[in-house]
């Protein structure tokens, strides 16, 4: 199986910032990458796939980079709404799995 | 607008069978484009994939759930189901289903999700 790992596990960081988060495959994965915000009580959102491309709706200051075992999600400029949990999760094989998550909290 | 929408008994004890059935509206789930699943989160944890079907009938399951869990599809009623048997406290999560697609496998549409507690 397949294991993800992010890092940093949480994150403190005011509006405006522009933060990354790290994905790491412990095997290549090619670009079989997803990413996901989620909100307290709420089912995770789909944000980008295929580990650079933005999915229809999500705001341009969403992007992904990165192809093989290393990935990162960049927030270009920090909004109050994306205040959230964000998981990478690899789609090359199954079983699928997901990183252990982000916590993205206001400093 | 396609949406999902889990239904499920509620709790369930210890030893028995989890039973949800999702529910697809606003498009048809018979399509070669996507599969169809479920994906479950304990409280306060990460996420789990169970298992996806095709409208074929095809199933993929997560090895560590495998010999407890069947997932069906009925196309004619738009609706899909997840049975998980033999239930532990370890199954307590909040249930989602999920449409992903069958080229990146990215999880385009998920239920609201439902809690199934273990509990006797």
């Known amino acids: 199986d397949i294991q993800m790992t992010q890092s940093p596990s949480s994150l403190s960081a005011s509006e405006g910032d522009r933060v990354t988060i790290t994905c790491r495959a412990s095997?290549?994965?090619?670009?079989?990458l997803n990413w996901y915000q989620q909100k307290p009580g709420k089912a995770p959102k789909f944000l980008i796939f295929?580990?650079?491309s933005l999915q229809s709706g999500v705001p341009s200051r969403f992007s992904g980079s990165g192809s093989g075992t290393d990935f990162t999600l960049t927030i270009s400029s920090l909004q109050p709404e994306d205040f959230a949990t964000y998981f990478c999760?690899?789609?090359?094989?199954?079983?699928?799995?997901f990183g252990q998550g982000t916590k993205l909290e206001i400093k | 607008q396609l949406h999902l929408q889990e239904l499920g008994p509620g709790p369930v004890k210890p030893s028995e069978t989890l039973s949800l059935i999702c529910t697809v509206s606003?498009?048809?789930?018979?399509?070669?484009?996507?599969?169809w699943g479920w994906i479950r989160q304990p409280p306060g944890k990460g996420l789990e994939w169970i298992g996806s079907?095709?409208?074929?009938?095809?199933?993929d399951y997560n090895p560590s759930l495998k010999s407890r869990v069947t997932i069906s599809v009925e196309t004619s009623k738009t609706q899909f189901s997840l049975k998980l048997s033999s239930v532990t406290a370890a199954d307590t999560a909040v249930y989602y289903c999920?449409?992903?697609?069958?080229?990146?496998?990215?999880?385009?549409?998920w239920g609201q999700g439902t809690l199934v507690t273990v509990s006797s």
């Open positions: 606003g498009g048809s789930i018979s399509t070669s484009s996507y599969y």
């Open positions: 999760q690899q789609s090359y094989s199954t079983p699928y799995s």
């Open positions: 295929a580990a650079s």
């Open positions: 095997q290549s994965i090619s670009n079989y």
């Open positions: 999920t449409r992903h697609g069958a080229a990146y496998g990215g999880i385009d549409y």
């Open positions: 079907i095709y409208y074929s009938g095809n199933t």
